[in-house]
């Protein structure tokens, strides 16, 4: 938790643009809540918990820098060739690499589920959470700035922008579900 606050205020030290940095961060008030909130009936392996870190410490560099112009991404741009700064793709797949283990956890723990459900299920609620983000996304920009709602959704031109992230998401989350079953086979074996 004091990994996450120390990069969170750092996020908020002189963000490119504050009020695009205070809806980012929006969502991760309610994660961080829901996280506190039901820690007693449903607390998440060490390793969830440093995936969920892992992830928010991404999210926090883009809500910092703006997805768009986030450093990392700027790297990127010279490995990849390219000229649009995709680190919002890296924290889309990261989303569902990184966040569909906890979801595991939860399916596991609480509704008791095994096998192939348990391995297929946290790929669909990634691709449904990645696609009710996209939606509320869209929809805060429209409302809240309507002349700048492209800015703030850091489409970069990108018509299929909000389909290649979820696409992200749903990759990511195929990757972790195909480890996760090579890990489990191995271990019984």
């Known amino acids: 938790m ?6 969170w205020i750092l996020s908020a030290v002189k963000p490119g643009i504050p009020e695009d940095w205070f809806l980012e961060n929006l969502l991760v008030f309610v994660l961080i809540a829901l996280l ?5 009936w449903l607390a998440f392996s060490d390793c969830s918990y440093l995936l969920i870190l892992i992830f928010l410490c991404l999210h926090e560099c883009g809500a910092h ?3 768009d112009a986030a450093v990392p991404g700027e790297w990127m741009k010279l490995i990849v060739n390219t000229q649009r700064n995709h680190y919002d ?6 989303f569902g690499l990184l966040l569909s ?11 008791g589920l095994r096998g192939t459900w348990l ?8 691709l449904a959470l990645s696609a009710a983000y996209e939606m509320i996304e869209a929809l ?12 703030f959704l850091g489409s970069q031109g990108d018509p299929w922008d909000s389909q290649e992230d979820m ?17 489990g086979r191995r271990s019984h074996a």
Do not use: C, N, W
């Not at 004091?2 to 990069?7: D, K």
């Open 89 to 94: 793709r890296l924290v889309h797949f990261s």
């Open 119 to 126: 391995a297929i299920l946290p790929i669909f609620t990634t």
């Open 65 to 67: 820098y703006q997805y």
């Open 167 to 183: 696409f992200m998401a749903l990759t990511g989350a195929i990757v972790l579900a195909t480890v996760v079953s090579v890990i």
């Open 101 to 111: 283990y906890p979801q595991r956890e939860i399916l596991m723990r609480k509704a």
């Open 36 to 40: 506190t909130v039901s820690y007693r």
């Open 140 to 151: 805060v920009a429209t409302i809240v700035d309507p002349v700048d709602a492209a800015a």
């Open 2 to 7: 004091l990994v996450f606050l120390a990069a």
